[in-house]
């Protein structure tokens, strides 16, 4: 008799984003004559660089000759690819890696859910609270996460980034195997410097436990004291997996490709974690498509550096416009400043839903409602700067003239 994996029936209603999804499209249904303005979830809105446009018009054609097309590729990306992510992102902040050590993927979210496949059952799992629903719910699905009661997850540990704690977790109590973190921090923005992030080096090696970095949005860092990677800080190889992706560094979302480094120095129960995630990606992983790592390749050309920058800019720009609306409507914000998104408390103890719901019917403007990241974001909600300038600047008008 066929059975399901049980751990399905456990999660709680629909994935964030689709019930807030849902709720605009209800509004947009009730009130037709009125522009609905997504400040919500987080993708892009500015075209791809033309620099990456070329390359992939050329990769393309490539594939139409007998002598350039590529079948499968290697699943763990091709050659050139990853040099340039060494060169590019590594060896400029002096962090030496091996080609074989970069795994090119199709994005970061599947790697963050997908690294799960290399760990035991039973670890017990540190998320940050409020967090990237990725982590907590790939965690419910493989059966680590426990049961679901009352907003929690029985065997997760939860560290809340509140207001007190600078929205920055604090080193667990009880001992924890699988330790995500994810700075500059989808939802509330903050990020770590470098101090504090040798702190959780530090404390994963005492502890024999593994981080699991996601820095998906390294490319917002603007302060030079935030690292962008965690191998800026001594002995995290020993101790820590990172993941990146083209998705905001280049407004790739729609094009997938990310990359995950695993470095031979992490070792776990005499296994390198390294040989583990190579024979996981070889099993269930065919590689990203060749025009498309031709594309990525081209984000580190001088002309590619240029334009996605640019791009970068224009977000910081918008993140900057929100935080500067909110902070002058009386909203205690945080993030924004090296991230694209933007953290803000609801006035007068308003629940985060209540706070959403009363902007999107009084304004159309579609935000995120921080509850549905974690029990600490209860009170929150979190605005993206990836709209376009225009969008930006009339939900600033719009939410000023109700707050
Ligand atoms: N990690 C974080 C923290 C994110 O916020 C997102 C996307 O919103 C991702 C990963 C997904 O990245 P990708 O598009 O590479 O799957």
């Known amino acids: 008799m066929l059975n399901i994996n049980k751990n399905f029936k456990k999660l709680p209603g629909a994935y964030l984003f689709s019930t807030v999804a849902r709720l605009a499209e ?33 990769a393309a054609h490539e594939m139409g000759t007998a002598e350039g097309f590529r079948g499968y590729g290697p699943e763990q990306g091709y050659e050139f690819l990853r040099s340039a992510i060494i060169k590019n992102d590594y060896i400029s902040r ?10 090119v993927s199709d994005g970061a979210k599947s790697d963050c859910g997908n690294i799960g496949d290399i760990f035991g059952i039973d670890n017990i799992v540190a998320v940050c609270d409020p967090v990237y629903p990725v982590y907590v719910d790939t965690n419910a699905m493989a059966g680590r996460a426990g049961d679901y009661k009352e907003g929690r997850w029985s065997r997760l540990v939860y560290m809340p980034c509140t207001a007190e704690t600078g929205f920055l977790p604090e080193l667990p109590k009880t001992s924890v195997d699988i330790i995500y973190l994810c700075f500059p921090n989808n939802p509330t923005g903050a990020a770590a410097t470098r101090v504090q992030l040798k702190k959780w080096v530090d404390y994963a090696k005492d502890c ?50 990310a990359y995950t480094i695993v470095p031979h120095e992490l070792k776990c129960d005499g296994a390198e974690l390294n040989a583990l995630w190579n024979r996981r990606q070889c099993t269930k992983f065919n590689g990203v498509p060749y025009v498309i790592q031709r594309a990525a390749e081209a984000v580190y050309s001088p002309d590619g550096q240029r334009e996605t920058r640019a791009a970068i800019e224009y977000y910081l720009e918008n993140a900057k416009i929100i935080r500067t609306a909110l902070s002058a409507a009386g909203l205690s914000v945080c993030g924004g400043e090296n991230a694209p998104y933007i953290w803000a408390k609801a006035p007068k103890n308003m629940g985060s839903w209540d706070f959403f719901n009363e902007i999107l019917n009084k304004t159309g403007v579609v935000t995120t409602p921080g509850a549905g990241f974690g029990p600490s974001g209860e009170g929150y909600i979190r605005l993206t700067a990836f709209s376009t300038r225009e969008h ?12």
């Not at 249904?29 to 620099?51: F, W």
């Open 392 to 403: 930006t600047q009339k939900a600033m008008e719009l939410l000023g003239n109700i707050l």
């Open 94 to 103: 002096g962090i030496e890696l091996d080609t074989s050590e970069v795994f």
């Open 26 to 58: 209800e509004y947009q249904k009730a009130h037709p004559e009125r522009e609905l303005i997504k400040m919500s979830i987080g993708d892009v809105t500015r075209p791809i660089a033309p620099s990456v446009v070329r390359a992939m018009e050329t």
């Open 208 to 257: 024999g436990a593994v981080i699991l970095y996601d820095s998906a949005y390294e490319a917002f860092i603007t302060d030079p004291d935030i690292p962008h990677s965690i191998y800026e800080i001594d002995g995290a190889k020993e101790c820590a997996i990172e993941f990146r992706s083209f998705s905001k560094t280049a407004g790739f979302t729609g094009m997938r490709c």
